[in-house]
């Protein structure tokens, strides 16, 4: 039976990819289609679903930044946004609710900011599904979105003890005995290799983590997020996050089937739900309002606000909570599900166009930026640069390397990553930290000596959005790329960019190039 969900769930991603909305959305619409058509959640689909929430936590902690929680905008930003969103939504919901009982039943003032409360979270599903796809988990929006989100589970943690009474066993404390194992443990992703070992490494750390704090009466997804931050300073934490990238990837189709074969809604619970997503606009604002008092750019501080704005696959847990405690009628379950639903598809589509909506609006939301800037968002500064590599991945990372050889040559690399631009900086080249589709990145840099821009990023549609900016900016000079797939390289050249190389084409090309030379060279001797 689990074999036909997921068929029918590929067959649904599939179809709305071919009219550009991302698959997740397809998942979506076929976990309702067949609780339509009267099949009912399964418990190995439930373990799937939950087996990807575990590795998608895992890897969020992997790329995790310890001191990113402690900046005032992430703390301060998701206390702030929390207390006031439970307080302006616990209000509405109640009079939403006393205008329309009919639609499902009247609230009291309590379940009201209940309800609130669980709509008060970001789907870490959503929000860390969509930065990846567009490859952005490591720009500065993306990091202060992850750092709300990893400070919302946390709230949600401390709720699910509070209201359960469930508190952590008294040898919650020996999990502190898992430090002195910490070389132990790095030592093991070392020896594990490059092959099919370390994703298993990455499987049996996750739910070895999992498990170790279920045993001790702490929820294991928690456990699952903090082996992946304890193991976020190794040196194969990327590779690591990278070799499960798949198989989560296919777990969580599982998750976003479950919410759809939760429940089947009546009429009166889908307008409920609209309704309920009518105030998402108010939680992007409210987030944004918050991020530009914190001194926050405009771009970053309207990019983060709306990935964010979303309902959590959390507020489920908290409602479903709610609803065996007796303190909310099983109706808003369904409506809450519903809700987070329409509300992954609203951010799914609308960030897709994030960058020409900011490009658009520009003027008006740099208005409320404040004038002294945090020293993050300082902009950095090029000098003389020639060429310019954006991207210091594998591919980057050699192109910068291969160019900085050349006497004659002025090169600068450039990344969104701040951990890599700083070992590179420290280790003497000339590296900048930035987001090549900030369209305000591109207004302040001096790129007026630069001839060419190599663009070193594993999405084509990331190169596309670039070279736009660049020209925006006035940019004349070339623009190469890379694409891995043969129909990547004329969709590539189709939107502006000058010189295409087929990664693996090149790849070979080059290994046969240099394997000659060694032979003539031997042979000459």
């Known amino acids: 039976m689990e074999y036909i969900f997921l068929l029918f769930a590929f067959t649904c991603g599939l179809a709305v990819k071919q009219v550009g909305i991302p698959p997740l959305v397809g998942y979506l619409i076929a976990g309702f289609l067949l609780n339509f058509a009267g099949y009912s959640l399964t418990d190995d689909l439930t373990s799937i679903a939950n087996l990807g929430i575990t590795i998608m936590l895992f ?6 930044n310890v001191s990113d929680l402690k900046k005032r905008e992430v703390w301060a930003g998701s206390v702030t946004h929390t207390l006031l969103w439970v307080g302006a939504a616990g209000v509405v919901m109640f009079t939403i609710a006393a205008v329309a009982s009919f639609l499902v039943g009247g609230l009291s003032m309590q379940s009201a900011a209940l309800i609130a409360f669980a709509l008060s979270f970001s789907s870490t599903v959503c929000v860390v599904k969509v930065l990846e796809e567009s490859g952005e988990s490591k720009t500065r929006h993306g990091r202060l979105a992850i750092g709300i989100l990893v400070m919302q589970d946390v709230f949600a943690v401390v709720f699910l003890v509070v209201a359960t009474g469930k508190l952590p066993s008294v040898w919650a404390l020996a ?3 898992l430090f002195p194992v910490l070389p132990l443990i790095r030592k093991i992703i070392n020896n594990s290799g490059h ?12 739910l070895g983590g999992y498990h170790l704090f279920e045993l ?14 304890m193991l976020a300073q190794h040196e194969k934490s990327t590779e690591l996050a990278k070799s499960l990238l798949s198989f989560k990837d296919l777990f ?30 108010i939680k992007a604002l409210l987030f944004f309002s918050l991020f530009t008092s914190l001194r926050l750019r405009g771009r970053t501080a309207y990019l983060s606000s709306l990935v964010l704005s979303n309902y959590s696959e959390f507020g489920l847990i908290v409602a479903a909570l709610a609803v065996s405690l007796g303190m909310l009628d099983n109706n808003w379950l369904v409506v809450i599900a519903l809700a987070v639903s329409i509300s992954f598809v609203v951010t799914s589509i609308l960030y897709r166009t994030s960058h020409s909506q900011y490009h658009r609006f520009k003027d008006t939301i740099k208005r409320y930026e404040r004038d002294t800037r945090l020293k993050e968002d300082i902009y950095p500064t090029l000098h003389k640069a020639e060429f310019l590599v954006i991207g210091m991945g594998r591919v980057g990372k050699g192109a910068f390397k291969a160019l900085s050889k050349l006497a004659d040559v002025n090169v600068w690399g450039m990344d969104a990553d701040r951990v890599k631009i700083k070992k590179m900086t420290e280790n003497g ?12 990145l591109w207004d302040n840099l001096d790129i007026k000596n630069v001839q060419l821009v190599l663009l070193a990023l594993p999405s ?66």
């Open 59 to 64: 890897t969020i902690g992997l790329k995790l």
């Open 175 to 177: 999990l502190l005995a």
């Open 195 to 206: 092959g099919e070992l370390l994703p298993l490494t990455g499987f049996i750390l996750a």
């Open 216 to 229: 001790v009466n702490i929820k294991g997804d928690l456990g699952a997020l903090i082996f992946g931050i």
């Open 252 to 281: 969580l189709i599982g998750f976003f089937l479950s919410i759809g074969l939760t429940a089947l809604p009546d009429l009166n619970m889908i307008v409920m739900a609209l309704l309920i997503c009518g105030l998402l606009p």
């Open 429 to 440: 080249h000339n590296v900048i930290c930035g987001d090549g589709e900030d369209v305000d």
């Open 460 to 525: 084509i549609q990331d190169a596309i959005n670039i070279t736009r900016q660049l020209k925006n900016a006035g940019y004349t000079g070339n623009v190469a790329a890379i694409a891995r797939y043969e129909d990547e390289v004329q969709y590539l050249r189709e939107h502006g960019i000058d010189k295409v190389f087929n990664f693996f084409t090149e790849a070979g090309l080059g290994f046969a190039e240099e394997s000659l030379a060694y032979a003539q060279t031997q042979n000459e001797r």
